[in-house]
């Protein structure tokens, strides 16, 4: 360990510096230093997509949410187009109406699921407590 003032190298972990008599500051070794500013903003704006989660390293997370956000979105188009479009699997069987209501759900629940997961993840965020792919808790505002 080294001093911040005077830049000795300390044995152990004292409290003051031996050279200078500066109060040394012990960071925990679980702190990340990713910052926790960029985290919240990611996470409130663009959370439902997880792109906080490529930010934090959690790359596995991150991809799930992404593909489920971009089915949930192109499912929920494809509902609109069949109301206006008679070209499907339900145009010669049923109502273009209840095609609708049979891919909206769908679309509906993939959507409310990343968007409830996206504003989990704002508020670990807010709190301090969201940890980064090394298992590090991203608390620093910087």
């Known amino acids: 360990m080294y001093c911040s003032n005077c830049g000795k190298l300390l044995e152990g972990s004292p409290e003051y510096c031996s050279n200078c008599g500066t109060k040394l500051q012990h960071s925990p070794t679980n702190i990340s230093p990713k910052s926790r500013l960029a985290m919240t903003l990611l996470s409130f704006f663009l959370g439902w997509l997880g792109i906080h989660r490529f930010y934090a390293g959690k790359i596995g997370t991150a991809v799930t949410m992404l593909v489920l956000s971009i089915v949930g979105i192109l499912t929920y188009v494809g509902a609109f187009i069949s109301l206006f479009v008679k ?22 629940v993939l959507l409310a699921t990343t968007h409830i997961w ?9 709190a301090g407590v ?3 792919k090394d298992g590090k808790v991203i608390s620093k505002w910087q």
């Open 87 to 108: 070209v499907g699997f339900y145009s010669y069987r049923a109502e273009p109406g209840v095609a609708f209501f049979v891919t909206i759900i769908p679309a509906a």
């Open 118 to 126: 996206g504003f989990v993840d704002f508020i670990l965020s807010v």
């Open 130 to 132: 969201f940890k980064d």
